[in-house]
């Protein structure tokens, strides 16, 4: 019969016997002891005492001393917990039912989920007792229930450790698979000829900072790597935008500006627009229908509201770019604000997991800090990075982007020029080169070109 399916006294004497039979192995077998301990916690253990010899259990693996029933019990004895625990006669009936490593893996699956099982059961009932109360912050109690659902993991922790001759077998019929394709990238096409040179297209997985001072043209940047990559004919893509900072109807103005040629200006008030400036407007609508790029605009969004929306869009229209525009705008709930470097740190370190998880290439806009101001050589580097070192630490990719005549044009002076020349300095590569691109950049469209 499945576990599933039987009632509450047979899942309970189940789960008893592969609690009993996996700390017997753990005692008996030092062979199957590292993938118990990777596999689950002692919080993991429904039953008493069965959670506190796994906790001895841990507390001795930690401490390199060696597992046995004496040792668990002098563990327990010492810390005060050997009679709750069901004393010495407990721990020795415990460890004589070993017999075999055999199927400990269904064991161990068996606690793992009736562990998940429990953790979401009592979330849901901690959340509905909090909505009894007089005074509730519904606001304040999702974010909280969102934080702890992501918590909670159906799957079961594995020994990820894999044989370099098993890896390389895999990576090479990749290669062959890649040297037998017509098609260069191998990740999400930016639109950029040298770019997607250097980057093979952008990566799935990878974590990117693109970083620069206010008004160089990052957001401006970004749309146009979204642009290209969801109207890409070779590709499938799809693409999410979280915009913080901006409404979506603004974004699409911005887009529309870079499609058509059109002076943004003219599209913000409606002025002066020719017959034939109407007829591109009508054209790019037409285009922007058939794109699949999806935005959300909700503002102080939190990193946890990210994941569970990314995951839907994941799911529902299989999105592999994501734009996040920007990280130091994203909300930590409950937080005071004293401490945003370690705040900023935890943001960058849950969005390089994210994108982990899901497979989708996450672009993250981040500040500059005013330092690069007060240096002759104004070019961007890695220890400009606002608020966290760990931003350097987490991405796979930082580019910065920089434009000369962004210092150079007098500020009493309205600068005319049409055309600026930029550069986007790719600083760090973890898979790839680093090199210094030259774009042009259409200031009046938002629109980035090849030089």
Request: aromatic letters at 6%; hydrophobic letters at 35%; glycine letters at 4%.
């Amino acid at each position: 019969m499945n576990y599933k399916h039987m009632n509450n006294e047979q899942q309970s004497q189940i789960l008893e016997e592969a609690e009993q039979q996996v700390l017997a192995t753990a005692i008996k077998s030092p062979n199957a002891l590292p993938d118990i301990l990777i596999s689950l916690t002692h919080d993991d253990f429904f039953f008493g005492q069965h959670n506190l010899i796994f906790q001895a259990i841990e507390n001795l693996n930690s401490n390199n001393q060696e597992i046995t029933e004496l040792t668990i019990a002098s563990w327990l004895d010492k810390n005060g917990k050997l009679q709750q625990a069901g004393g010495n006669a407990k721990i020795f009936e415990i460890s004589s039912i070993y017999y075999t490593d055999e199927n400990i893996e269904s064991y161990i699956d068996i606690i793992h989920e009736a562990s998940a099982e429990r953790k979401f059961k009592n979330l849901i009932r901690k959340t509905s007792e909090e909505t009894n109360k007089t005074s509730v912050n519904y606001r304040k109690l999702l974010e909280k229930a969102q934080t702890d659902l992501l918590e909670i993991d159906f799957d079961i922790k594995k020994n990820d450790t894999t044989k370099i001759g098993d890896s390389a077998i895999n990576v090479v019929k990749r290669i062959k698979q890649l040297a037998e394709s017509k098609e260069s990238l191998t990740g999400v096409s930016t639109g950029f000829h040298e770019l997607d040179n250097v980057t093979s297209g952008l990566q799935p997985q990878d974590f990117i900072i693109l970083a620069a001072r206010p008004s160089m043209g990052k957001t401006a940047f970004a749309l146009n790597l979204a642009y290209n990559a969801a109207t890409d004919r070779q590709q499938d893509n799809a693409v999410a935008i979280f915009s913080v900072e901006m409404p979506t109807d603004q974004l699409t103005q911005r887009i529309l500006s870079m499609e058509t040629q059109i002076n943004a200006d003219k599209l913000r008030n409606g002025k002066g627009i020719t017959k034939e400036e109407w007829r591109k407007i009508n054209a790019a609508e037409d285009k922007l229908r058939k794109t699949r790029i999806f935005v959300d605009d909700t503002p102080g969004i939190t990193v946890q509201q990210i994941q569970s929306k990314l995951h839907k869009l994941k799911r529902d229209e299989n999105v592999n770019l994501c734009i996040i525009d920007y990280l130091q705008l994203i909300s930590t709930p409950g937080s005071n604000g004293n401490d945003r470097q370690n705040e900023i740190s935890t943001i960058s370190r849950q969005l390089k997991r994210i994108a982990r998880d899901t497979g989708v290439t996450i672009v993250c806009l981040s500040q500059l800090s005013r330092s690069v101001e007060k240096r002759e050589d104004k070019r961007p580097i890695m220890s400009d990075l606002r608020d966290s070192g760990a931003i350097e630490q987490d991405a796979d990719m930082i580019m910065f982007l920089y434009r000369k005549d962004y210092y150079q044009h007098n500020d009493d002076e309205e600068d005319t020029s049409e055309v600026s020349p930029t550069e986007l300095i790719i600083a760090k590569h973890r898979n790839g080169a680093t090199k210094d691109i030259s774009l042009n950049f259409l200031k009046q469209y938002g629109k980035f070109l090849d030089k």
